[in-house]
């Protein structure tokens, strides 16, 4: 089945700096996503990305399909940013997305 | 003001019993799903539907039914409630399978 990995597990972080979240996958993706959720639990859709690069904010997605990875660079971090983040893969086309274990973000002040 | 709403929020059953969660989307999203997320797992798929069709399956245990009697209703039924069956219990909705938005989940508790 498709395997998704997801790394740093988890990453404390001081206000301002950068952070690179990597995703890969064991088969070629068809669809690919990445979430954020909330410390409460809210989960939101960041980016649907399946191939190149795309930009939100301080956010950017970059994926090489062929490369099997994902990566989600987050810029001048804030403490507002901790979090679990999430990247989702749908290799079949098929409606079911596999998740990762997710990536956890802590800024501080 | 969500457009995905989940009922209940919160919700405590005993083992053996039988609970239904709600689900209704209001983003017009011909897609639907049901993900569990607990403390052992990361967010784990179990149901897909379209067009009020089922389209994927992951749930073993025929414990878990969904039921869709309108296409922006995807309801799961849980029968014979264990404790393992807590956790939080998402709904999300796409156009086709593209990007997925999510409900704010149904926390449930078996004691």
């Known amino acids: 089945g498709q395997q998704v990995q997801q790394s740093p597990a988890s990453l404390v972080l001081q206000e301002g700096e950068n952070a690179e979240l990597q995703c890969n996958f064991s088969?070629?993706?068809?669809?690919l996503q990445w979430f954020y959720q909330h410390p409460g639990g809210r989960l939101v859709s960041l980016f649907y990305?399946?191939?190149g690069t795309k930009h939100t904010g301080r956010l950017t997605s970059t994926t090489v399909t062929n490369e099997r990875r994902s990566s989600l660079h987050i810029s001048s971090s804030q403490t507002t940013d901790s979090g679990t983040y999430f990247c989702?893969?749908?290799?079949?086309?098929?409606?079911?997305?596999?998740f990762g274990a997710g990536t956890r973000l802590k800024v501080i002040a | 003001d969500p457009k995905i709403i989940q009922k209940p929020k919160y919700l405590v059953a005993v083992t053996g019993s039988e609970k239904i969660l709600i689900c209704e989307q209001y983003l017009g999203h011909n897609a639907m799903y049901w993900y569990r997320q607990s403390a052992k797992k990361p967010l784990e798929f179990m149901f897909s539907y379209s067009y009020q069709k089922l389209m994927d399956n992951q749930t073993a245990s025929s414990r878990f039914q969904p039921q869709s009697s309108k296409k922006n209703h995807l309801d799961l039924q849980i029968t014979a409630l264990k404790p393992d069956d807590s956790a939080t219990y998402f709904c999300?909705?796409?156009?086709?399978?593209?990007?997925?938005?999510f409900g704010h989940g149904t926390k449930l508790s078996v004691l």
């Open positions: 999300a909705s796409s156009q086709e399978n593209e990007r997925l938005f």
């Open positions: 989702a893969i749908d290799q079949t086309g098929n409606y079911k997305y596999v």
């Open positions: 088969s070629t993706a068809t669809r």
């Open positions: 990305n399946p191939s």
